[in-house]
């Protein structure tokens, strides 16, 4: 089974700080995504990655960063967490084409206060 | 990528099939239609997907019309633990890179009832 490991499930954390999310697959996947998920809203695109060091922004990219310098593993940078901020944050995956299955995380819920 | 509709919440009786339908009527030849499915707090599962053959796995099985203008979900045996909010997506097959993102929309909420 394809498994996207997101390495904080619960943060909280104080306005200011910087805050990276990690995210891991272990399926040699090509495509690597951030969204958030937010009430009313549904899930919005912030960042993908089709290859390594390879970034493209989403729907909602500012205010966030990601670097991507191994194929398994790509991270969510908030430079300067703000209480806009709080959020659940997804991290999926996927092979090739856009053709292929997008696989999920669990979910990493991030509290700015 | 194609808008899709759904009814936004729907009930089922423990161990009857549920049903759930969409309409992608402005979908292209090159969609597929996807299914995930979303329980409270968790991040969403992969279901089923298909082009335009009716498609079966061990979770559910998807029938989409011949005009593919709309498909239905089926979950034959319904459980508890399959209340959640279920998502019918369209997408494109595609090596651009901007298209291999999944638009998700509002959903279904099912909930299934002792």
């Known amino acids: 089974d394809v498994k996207v490991t997101q390495s904080s499930r619960y943060l909280v954390k104080r306005t200011g700080e910087k805050v990276f999310l990690e995210c891991v697959q272990d399926m040699d996947h090509e495509n690597m995504f951030w969204y958030r998920q937010d009430p009313g809203l549904g899930l919005r695109l912030i960042y993908f990655s089709y290859d390594v060091k390879m970034k493209e922004k989403g729907d909602i990219p500012e205010g966030y960063s990601v670097s991507r310098e191994k194929k398994e593993r790509f991270s969510l940078i908030l430079e300067s967490a703000s209480t806009n901020q709080t959020s659940m944050y997804l991290c999926?995956?996927?092979?090739?084409?856009?053709?292929?299955?997008?696989?999920f995380g669990e979910g990493s819920w991030l509290t700015v206060v | 990528d194609a808008k899709t509709t759904q009814p936004p919440s729907m009930d089922c009786a423990e161990g009857r099939a549920a049903n759930l339908p969409c309409n992608h009527s402005t979908i292209s030849g090159n969609e597929y239609v996807y299914w995930y499915r979303q329980i409270h707090s968790q991040g969403p599962q992969y279901i089923i997907h298909g082009l335009k053959n009716n498609e079966t796995n061990e979770m559910a099985s998807l029938i989409i019309t011949e005009d593919r203008k709309s498909s239905t979900l089926i979950l034959p045996h319904a459980t508890l633990r399959d209340t959640a909010v279920y998502y019918c997506?369209?997408?494109?097959?595609?090596?651009?890179?901007?298209?291999?993102?999944?638009?998700f929309g509002s959903g279904t909420q099912l909930t299934v009832l002792p």
């Open positions: 997506i369209v997408r494109v097959a595609s090596s651009s890179g901007s298209a291999r993102q999944l638009t």
């Open positions: 999926a995956s996927s092979q090739g084409h856009s053709g292929n299955t997008i696989y």
